[in-house]
């Protein structure tokens, strides 16, 4: 029903910055919240940034607060996920996901819509 796409990763030196973007396609009118997640190898995926549709309220990880801000276009249909200051920590492989539950939060099994994903790579 819901088609994600996920654009914007790349390579980047420590300290630089780069705009994840993920476009939405079909019906979203019923989406809950969107989110950002990413998995580095040999690690499991985790939340890193969640837009509430109803509200527009924003919730992010402690480990990106202060640098990311995730954000929604709704004439574009599209979610974007700003990150500023990269660490080398943050090199995983990001994806956009959207949720319908209604307890959706961080939780990668509350979201039943997910893009391909991108890499996001940062050097030291």
């Known amino acids: 029903q819901v088609h994600l796409v996920e654009s914007g990763g790349g390579s980047v030196q420590a300290g630089g910055s780069l705009r994840l973007s993920c476009a939405e396609y079909?019906?979203?009118?019923?989406?809950?919240?969107l989110g950002w997640f990413r998995q580095a190898p040999g690690k499991e995926r985790e939340g890193v940034a969640v837009?509430?549709?109803?509200?527009?309220?924003?919730d992010l990880a402690d480990s990106v607060k202060g640098r990311f801000t995730i954000s929604q276009d709704n004439t574009k249909n599209t979610l974007y996920l700003q990150m500023n200051s990269l660490k080398p920590e943050d090199t995983a492989m990001y994806y956009c996901?959207?949720?319908?539950?209604?307890?959706?939060?961080?939780?990668?099994?509350?979201?039943?819509?997910w893009g391909q994903g991108t890499q996001v790579t940062v050097s030291s």
């Open positions: 079909g019906y979203t009118y019923s989406i809950r919240c």
């Open positions: 837009f509430f549709t109803g509200d527009g309220r924003t």
């Open positions: 996901a959207a949720s319908h539950s209604i307890a959706c939060g961080t939780r990668p099994d509350l979201y039943d819509g």
